[in-house]
DNA sequence: AATGAATGAGTTTTCATTCAT
DNA sequence: TATGAATGAAAACTCATTCAT
């Protein structure tokens, strides 16, 4: 409104107090996010989240109301960002098929060190509990923006005519289940490829396949990996 | 309390106290799986599990010796059941390809009311824990089992020369996703063709997609479920 | 309902399980009172309770669900105790300027260590909390009964024309002050007579001083304890 | 920051950083009573009286060492005002019967909106905890004022020959009983007018009571409020 | 042997107090 | 000086395990 000095960045709430430490909560979230991705949730402990924020106990509870909150805090930010990820690759205007490679390897890059990202929390089961639905609300908008993007490839003749809902659980599960059972040796680029090639060998159209393999014209009857 | 005739008490001088009551530990065993299948090891609490099973905590404890040890008595029960079901089906001696539809739906059967049968405990990460390192262990064994089918089927010449152990993750992964995220209308049947149909078009060979469709010849382009 | 040998005692529920400890539930609320009603609700600790009743804290949660439940409970628990005696008293069928003397006798034995035994807890003011509202029933019932007892001798010409419920609230109030700021030497039965004798010369009648007095007849001017 | 006079900044050596804000701290004294006086001390929470002040929280510790020393500023700054009014009420000279009513409505009057002032801390009993003596110490000062009042009055000829420490709890007890338990109807000058009945009534000579029923001289038998 | 009452180590959470501006 | 963000000691409560019949 009053015109200002444009160096004086946005906002003035004129501060008041000690000054909160920048982005801290940003900082909590990631840093807690890296103990409850790798462990179930009553697995970890707050005294140990705290440790590993660098921040006070209470600190903890400054930003998040309760040990659940955070937890879901993290979960929903993270699969917000996955989201967004994949949404921002589908936005490129690649051919669908190459649409489908992108997923994998978006996915795949993200749960790389997320392994236990899902572990879900059950309060007592269909309990009509806000947080448990609003976590399977956001599954599921992840599993529809994949299979969104199957159901534009079937239209755009790179997919068969399959169940894209089914398809694009079991993607997902592919991915989970080769990143989930990973050795030290397996790159992702190798998993990525592998999936991809699995995946749209199962479901793909030639001309799918087509597009994945590269070439750009030429009807040979694409022969990828291997006989 | 009841009065029993003296002859029995004179003879058997083994049996003394309260005679065990058969099968007790089966009996539990099994009960107690339908809830720590639905439910996160730490969401269980030990007098639920009793209650379930229509006996005294103590007795639990008189089966079991830790919570820790009863869990994984059933995760490991589960395990070789589904273990010794499949190789069953193996020993059939069924065409390669017709195995891997064997495994599918065995495998999708077995899992069909126990969703969260996966969602394992991890003692401290690495911590050589014992347990963890058996879990681990009876886990490897049965992707094993899937691999070894797979690499026959690749003998045979129905797969195609891909790594069998990522091809098998990827198969329990798609499996795990499908039945983790069915809907209320899907049925097996219809499920296991699914994933049949998709894993095979994605690791098959044009013989062995031949097996699966039935028709015992002919050179076909293999059009299978849809166009 | 069916006969049963006299000597089985009441019940037969076929205990089962290790024992309870007989009658811990009570022993846990006397050995809790003396805490409860020496220090402020909140300057216990369970800790410290469980030590005084000489029970692990687990078993004050086993048999109260939390901390407020087990004041309360004592509270209640205490304050029908007292209204019992009282009722007892006044039952009795003495005089009513008798039966003053004999609430008053029974309320300052029952308080005299139990000094801080109203220091209630106020759950945010007026929120429709049951308990605290539950509290101010309880004690509203026994200033009730004092009232009652103050109607009475006012209709048997004992005690004059008052409000009772203000004249209830005095007496009481009396009784605390007294109680609660009283020296080591003041003994019991000092206290009750002279709160009993000024109470009397406050509220009573002529007739009703005299009963107390305890001279069946005659018309004095009622000179009692001094000029 | 601001740009100040350098003039300023010549003069007044003595005052340097912020000037304190005046009389902050009676600001505080006064807005925290009002919270104090309503809760328990345990029940209060410091956020709680830095936002009722309207100061930060850092501001209370930078005029009260702890909550502690605030609660008990609160307290004997209270209790001192009181018996600075109740000392200017005796120092006027009326007659001693006449004093007693003064006191009965300046308590009355004082502790209207502080219901809950007597709820005191009472620090680990008999620990020999300095500010709880101090405590009992002003709250003794404060009956001994009464006290006083009271034999004078006996002196006076208008108190007979009681005991007067005990006499003045059962004053103060009954102001607390009517005051804590009024209703909404209950009116200061009616329960002045009560409390002084029943208790000269109770204490007094016939000399007292024709005092303070205002007929300067004859003999009649003091009909009061009521016969 | 079976049982459920009793237990206390271990967790979450609160809130008086400190501290960086 | 005033402030409110940060802190961690302390307190309530849970639940796997033990124990007295």
Redesign the pocket.
């Known amino acids: 409104m009053t015109p200002r000095p444009a160096i004086q960045a946005r906002r003035l709430p004129r501060?008041?107090?000690?000054?909160?430490?920048p982005r801290?909560r940003e900082t909590i979230l990631q840093a807690a996010e890296a103990i409850f991705t790798r462990r179930q949730y009553?697995e970890?402990?707050?005294?140990?989240v705290?440790a590993a924020?660098?921040?006070?106990?209470?600190?903890?509870?400054?930003?998040f109301?309760?040990?659940?909150?955070?937890y879901l805090a993290i979960m929903f930010d993270g699969i917000a960002r996955l989201r967004a990820e994949l949404e921002t690759a589908l936005a490129a205007g690649d051919a669908p098929a190459r649409q489908v490679e992108r997923i994998v390897r978006g996915t795949l890059a993200f749960f790389w060190d997320r392994r236990f990202f899902f572990a879900l929390i059950h309060g007592h089961e269909s309990k009509s509990d806000g947080d448990a639905r609003e976590w399977l609300r956001q599954r599921a908008q992840l599993s529809s923006l994949v299979q969104e993007a199957l159901e534009q490839a079937t239209a755009a003749g790179h997919v068969r005519a399959i169940d894209c809902r089914i398809a694009a659980e079991m993607l997902l599960g592919m991915m989970r289940g080769v990143n989930r059972y990973r050795t030290r040796e397996d790159g992702l680029e190798r998993l990525v490829a592998t999936v991809v090639d699995v995946f749209m060998r199962g479901v793909g159209t030639r001309a799918g396949r087509r597009v994945l393999a590269g070439r750009p014209r030429l009807g040979g009857r694409g022969r990828l990996a291997a006989g």
């Open positions: 501060r008041r107090g000690r000054p909160p430490i801290l009553h970890v402990q707050m005294d140990e705290a924020c660098g921040v006070g106990k209470g600190t903890l509870y400054r930003h109301r309760s040990k659940r909150e955070l």
